[in-house]
Nanobody, 123 residues
Framework: QVQLAESGGGLVQPGGSLRLSCAAS????????MGWFRQPPGKEREFVAA????????SYADSVRGRFTISRDNAKNTMYLQMNSLKPEDTAVYYC????????????????WGRGTQVTVSS
């Protein structure tokens, strides 16, 4: 079993930055491919970014490419999402997810989920 815990959410003004963290425990972190998803108010959960086991391969949703950066530190069992140039439409609950298979943009491919952290972008 894998436990995931997100942190780093909060209220930020448009154009600002936040860094989310996802701490993992329960199995060797380097065996897990990871992803970030988000659920805006009143909408379905959507893919944000994904990273493979060693961090060599990443992918992003078109809406965040160039503004968000996903990374991981296997020595610290932690994944990150650096979010820059934030927009009001980035407001959502952000979830980290893990899988023992290949990281994809499909939520059904992930076996483990955190409880989420709220990000609100507003002036």
């Amino acid at each position: 079993q894998v436990q995931l815990a997100e942190s780093g959410g909060g209220l930020v003004q448009p154009g600002g930055s936040l860094r989310l963290s996802c701490a993992a425990s329960g199995r060797p972190f380097s065996t897990l491919a990871m992803g970030w998803f988000r659920q805006p108010p009143g909408k379905e959960r959507e893919f944000v970014a994904a990273i493979n086991w060693r961090g060599y391969t990443t992918s992003y949703a078109d809406s965040v490419r160039g503004r968000f950066t996903i990374s991981r530190d296997n020595a610290k069992n932690t994944m990150y999402l650096q979010m820059n140039s934030l927009k009001p439409e980035d407001t959502a609950v952000y979830y980290c997810a893990a899988t023992s298979k290949v990281a994809t943009s499909t939520s059904h491919d992930y076996d483990y989920w955190g409880r989420g952290t709220q990000v609100t972008v507003s002036s």
